[in-house]
């Protein structure tokens, strides 16, 4: 296993990567160039650049999250083609200086969304939120407000401004596509990235929708084992996978976490993994726990010993952590609750290596 940490890149990420590199198990980072809209072509100089800083503070750097699919490309529309053209550049420079990965999501218009960045715990620590009822009152505009309100002047993935200046139009297009469209329209782009991916060697692995179910009309295709099901079946080829995320699929109690892990593992389409845990407080309400099984819903023994029995060599990341210590930052992505998530996971992973060595 190859634990790593999400980080941003200078300048735009307030954790140093020589913290990262004091992680006790930590081995590389999930990287990403942040400057970088959906549509553009991540230029050779800039991934350079950032390869060349992780390296250099003595980490890995094999993974990217997240090459950002255009919402041309997921919408269907005329200009989608330029866009998948500008994708596989993308890819091509990205493999060039040794990127194996690249996790990207295909959720329309919004990504992971929360409806409170700062939820209280009765220890002090705050944590995502999530509430169906509020979100019942809101409009998409709504949520928008007030997740930058929130953001502590920090862009989050997904929700970068850029992306949401032409809510209002897109939302509108939506207004004609169904999941079977939105389906549609992610084979068109899986046939036109998955062969340049298999020319240039980098695994796709493909992020849950998050939450797990559809939200303001919008369809979401990717929440549970059959969806996963569906798109492995949309282009059938390893480099079309995963990125398995516990939390993401977690926030439907209906999921077999663990027994998802287990099945795409064993069919090799696990290509990168985000663990961390969730709990629950109610009919499609949850907060974001801390990363040990008891303090969630979550088994997280269960879902370590699937990927070390299926896929051992796999780059895992702990995902969202609660800000604690008095710590501020980037909601959803501190250094101390992820520290503490990472060496939990390392810990896991050594009792079920011992364990099956034992047997």
């Given at each position: 296993?190859?634990?790593?940490?999400?980080?941003?890149?200078?300048?735009?990420?307030?954790?140093?990567?020589?913290?990262?590199?004091?992680?006790?198990?930590?081995?590389?980072?999930?990287?990403?160039?942040s400057?970088?809209?959906?549509?553009?072509?991540?230029?050779?100089?800039?991934?350079?650049?950032?390869?060349?800083?992780?390296?250099?503070?003595?980490?890995?750097?094999?993974?990217?999250?997240?090459?950002?699919?255009?919402?041309?490309?997921?919408?269907?529309?005329?200009?989608?083609?330029?866009?998948?053209?500008?994708?596989?550049?993308?890819?091509?420079?990205?493999a060039?200086?040794?990127?194996?990965?690249?996790?990207?999501?295909f959720?329309?218009?919004?990504?992971?969304?929360?409806?409170?960045?700062?939820?209280?715990?009765?220890?002090?620590?705050?944590?995502?939120?999530?509430?169906?009822?509020?979100?019942?009152?809101?409009?998409?505009?709504d949520?928008?407000?007030?997740?930058?309100?929130?953001?502590?002047?920090?862009?989050?993935?997904?929700?970068?401004?850029?992306?949401?200046?032409?809510?209002?139009?897109?939302?509108?297009?939506?207004?004609?596509i169904?999941?079977?469209?939105?389906?549609?329209?992610?084979?068109y782009?899986?046939?036109?990235?998955?062969?340049?991916?298999?020319?240039?060697?980098?695994?796709?692995?493909?992020?849950?929708?998050?939450?797990?179910?559809?939200?303001?009309?919008?369809?979401?295709?990717?929440?549970?084992?059959?969806?996963?099901?569906?798109?492995?079946?949309?282009?059938?080829?390893?480099?079309?996978?995963?990125?398995?995320?516990?939390?993401?699929?977690?926030?439907?109690?209906?999921?077999?976490?663990?027994?998802?892990?287990?099945?795409?593992?064993?069919?090799?389409?696990?290509?990168?993994?985000?663990?961390?845990?969730?709990?629950?407080?109610?009919?499609?309400?949850?907060?974001?726990?801390?990363?040990?099984?008891?303090?969630?819903?979550?088994?997280?023994?269960?879902?370590?010993?699937?990927?070390?029995?299926?896929?051992?060599?796999?780059?895992?990341?702990?995902d969202?952590?609660?800000?604690?210590?008095?710590?501020?930052?980037?909601?959803?992505?501190?250094?101390?609750?992820?520290?503490?998530?990472?060496?939990?996971?390392?810990g896991?992973?050594?009792?079920?290596?011992?364990?099956?060595?034992?047997?």
């Amino acid at each position: 296993m190859k634990m790593s940490f999400r980080w941003y890149g200078e300048g735009y990420d307030p954790i140093p990567l020589q913290y990262i590199k004091q992680i006790p198990g930590m081995t590389g980072v999930f990287g990403v160039l942040s400057q970088y809209q959906a549509g553009e072509v991540w230029e050779e100089a800039e991934i350079k650049k950032l390869v060349d800083q992780v390296r250099g503070a003595g980490l890995e750097l094999e993974v990217i999250e997240s090459v950002n699919v255009h919402e041309d490309i997921k919408m269907g529309l005329s200009t989608r083609d330029q866009y998948i053209e500008n994708y596989n550049k993308s890819l091509e420079n990205l493999a060039k200086y040794g990127i194996k990965t690249v996790i990207y999501n295909f959720m329309p218009v919004f990504d992971w969304l929360r409806t409170e960045l700062a939820y209280e715990h009765e220890d002090g620590a705050t944590a995502l939120y999530y509430n169906d009822a509020d979100i019942q009152g809101m409009t998409p505009r709504d949520i928008v407000e007030n997740t930058a309100k929130e953001s502590g002047g920090l862009t989050l993935p997904g929700w970068e401004p850029e992306r949401l200046e032409r809510l209002d139009e897109v939302m509108k297009i939506y207004q004609d596509i169904d999941h079977a469209k939105l389906r549609d329209n992610f084979r068109y782009f899986l046939e036109g990235v998955i062969p340049t991916a298999e020319k240039v060697g980098i695994k796709m692995a493909c992020h849950p929708d998050d939450p797990a179910w559809d939200l303001f009309g919008l369809p979401r295709i990717y929440t549970s084992r059959d969806d996963m099901d569906i798109i492995a079946n949309l282009y059938d080829s390893t480099y079309n996978g995963f990125c398995i995320c516990s939390g993401s699929l977690g926030s439907n109690p209906a999921n077999d976490v663990p027994a998802i892990f287990r099945e795409f593992g064993e069919r090799g389409l696990m290509n990168a993994a985000h663990v961390r845990n969730v709990k629950y407080l109610g009919d499609r309400i949850f907060t974001e726990a801390p990363h040990p099984s008891d303090t969630g819903n979550l088994d997280m023994f269960a879902v370590m010993e699937a990927i070390y029995d299926t896929n051992p060599d796999v780059a895992v990341r702990p995902d969202h952590g609660r800000m604690i210590w008095g710590e501020t930052g980037r909601p959803g992505y501190p250094l101390y609750d992820r520290a503490l998530g990472a060496t939990y996971l390392v810990g896991l992973f050594e009792a079920v290596t011992k364990m099956k060595e034992r047997a």
